[in-house]
């Protein structure tokens, strides 16, 4: 679903519940830097953001617009027709007297291929590109790698035995969607500064944002919300769930017949949301949305028992919603807080004209950067995906034919004053000779080097398939175990049945409703079991007044730590 312009303005302009700021100094504006635009587009929207970096790396934003993309114009990223986009944005731009300023593009789109690795820490990171490329067909097994432009950003440097290890997130690029926009630069008349990938412009943002300590964030976009733990201004891991803001509003408007911004508007206005929905129907509405990132987050603890999260922080269009810093906080178990203020992000201040006969437009606000993160964060580490011939003109601040003509002259010039180096050449040529010969002598430790780094990416396939083959259905031997131990006398379970860790069972108590009460308890102090929900109990009385309770019972179990379970007929710790 994708909102228009009016939509996403009427949702925001809706008052706002005041919310305690998390403990993070509103920025100020640093001294004037270069001024610079900014522009993300999908087949749905352009998002334009004009922006200024101060020397102290301070992004200060300008003015923000969004237009609708020209139908049939985009295509998963890729800029199919360049000029009635161009036009579009060069309409935009003159309406709001934006001048020539260089233009960074951040690209959104599945095409673009994403690896995380690992490699041995160096001094020189120089150094990575090489070690990178040496094994880019194994990262990227897809058989036209001339087709892609591939980039890296190191995410971590960690300590595993005494060892330093780069954790590293390597990129493929279509060099097709990159050219489309070198193109529409070209098409808008603007200086091209970079291109980057929309995760990396999150990525940097979002990084931007926790200076210490180990966090949660939560980066609610319109279809997709993307999970990252920080520890410090480290990406300690990454994953995106396909439900965001859109899956709550078309959920609300759905169950209550109403137009979908109509929704999105009740969504961020909490009294009018209080008025159609109590906090039980909301915690409903939200389900599918809070479990899908409840699960990701379960799973990284789980690996991850060693880290601790300090606290959680939404970010993005969705963190807006009315309640969701109290329903995340309740089902994540983390104190999480909508986050008012960006680090190393400040806006200016709309000057007041007292004699001007029109009313100044409203002053902008942190909630209305929301949809504007990208266009933000790619400016300040892009992955420069601009093409090799491009970068090579601009340097020279010359064109092809002009290269071509200092070439010939060039030519000529040497050849003219190859006599004087012949000598030269002679002693150079026999230096090469023995240096080749050291270079062979040596042959077998790059092999030994090419090895180390196959075996480190096989150790590494062989983890990931590893983990792909469990889930928390695996855990049912060691819930078995438990419930011998722990399921009083005169209850009786029937029926049990589990689905990638979610358990349904009915139940009966001989004991009434106290043996359930009793069943309940014991559960509860299982650090394996979460989400206990009874439902359909009733009591039935014999002719002695005796009770017997039958019930209902839906939990969910995950793997334990150091839980033993029979795999294959051997006992695994896992």
């Not at 009313?359 to 995906?385: E, F, S, V």
């Amino acid at each position: 679903m994708a909102r228009s312009k009016a939509d996403t303005v009427a949702g925001k302009a809706a008052d706002q519940t005041p919310r305690k700021a998390p403990p993070l100094t509103k920025p100020q504006a640093g001294k004037k830097g270069q001024r610079s635009i900014s522009i993300s587009i999908t087949a749905e929207e352009i998002k334009v953001c004009e922006l200024e970096m101060a020397k102290s790396g301070t992004i200060t934003v300008i003015q923000t617009f969004t237009l609708a993309t020209p139908p049939g114009c985009v295509d998963d990223g890729l800029v199919r027709d360049i000029n009635r986009v161009s036009d579009a944005i060069t309409v935009l731009l003159d309406q709001h007297r934006v001048g020539k300023h260089k233009v960074y593009f951040t690209i959104n789109s599945r095409k673009i291929a994403t690896k995380e690795i690992e490699l041995p820490f160096l001094k020189n990171t120089a150094l990575l590109g090489d070690m990178i490329n040496a094994n880019l067909e194994e990262y990227f097994p897809m058989g036209n790698l001339e087709d892609y432009l591939t980039r890296y950003t190191i995410l971590e440097t960690f300590e595993t035995e005494g060892r330093k290890t780069f954790r590293i997130a390597v990129y493929a690029v279509l060099k097709d969607l990159v050219t489309s926009y070198v193109e529409l630069g070209k098409a808008l008349k603007l200086p091209l500064a970079s291109i980057d990938y929309q995760v990396n412009s999150l990525y940097h943002i979002v990084q931007k944002q926790n200076k210490s300590g180990t966090a949660l964030m939560l980066q609610i976009d319109d279809e997709q919300t993307h999970i990252s733990v920080l520890r410090d201004q480290s990406q300690l891991f990454r994953r995106s769930v396909p439900y965001g803001m859109e899956t709550i509003v078309q959920a609300l408007a759905a169950a209550q017949g109403i137009s979908e911004s109509e929704a999105a508007e009740a969504l961020r206005d909490e009294a009018k949301l209080d008025a159609i929905l109590d906090s039980e129907a909301l915690r409903d509405l939200i389900r599918d949305f809070s479990s899908s990132i409840v699960r990701v987050v379960d799973f990284y603890i789980s690996k991850n028992p060693e880290v601790v999260i300090e606290e959680g922080r939404l970010i993005g269009p969705g963190s807006y919603i009315a309640h969701i810093e109290e329903m995340m906080s309740e089902v994540l178990g983390i104190k999480t807080k909508t986050m008012e203020y960006l680090a190393g992000v400040a806006i200016t201040k709309v000057k007041v004209n007292r004699k001007a006969k029109t009313p100044p437009p409203d002053q902008m606000t942190y909630a209305d950067l929301a949809d504007y993160l990208p266009n933000i964060g790619a400016l300040i580490k892009p992955l420069d995906l601009k093409l090799a011939e491009d970068v090579a003109i601009k340097k020279t601040g010359i064109g092809n034919g002009f290269l071509v003509m200092i070439a010939i002259l060039a030519a000529i010039a040497a050849a003219g004053a190859s006599v004087i180096f012949i000598t030269e050449n002679i002693r150079h040529e026999e230096t090469k000779r023995n240096l080749e010969r050291e270079i062979a002598s040596m042959q077998s430790a790059e092999d030994f080097y090419r090895y180390y780094l196959a075996a480190g990416e096989y150790m590494s396939r062989l983890y990931a398939y590893e983990e792909s083959t469990v889930n928390d259905s695996e855990a049912l031997l060691h819930l078995v175990n438990t419930l011998e131990e722990i399921l009083p006398e005169k209850v009786r379970l029937n029926d049990l049945s589990i689905t990638d860790g979610k358990v349904t069972f009915a139940a009966t108590s001989w004991a009434g409703k106290p043996g359930v009460a009793r069943f309940l308890i014991e559960l509860k102090k299982q650090d394996f079991i979460h989400d206990i929900y009874i439902s359909n109990i009733s009591d039935t009385y014999d002719e002695y007044l005796n009770v017997t309770s039958v019930f209902n019972m839906t939990f969910s179990i995950t793997i334990p730590v150091e839980a033993e379970i029979v795999i294959g007929g051997e006992e695994t710790d896992i």
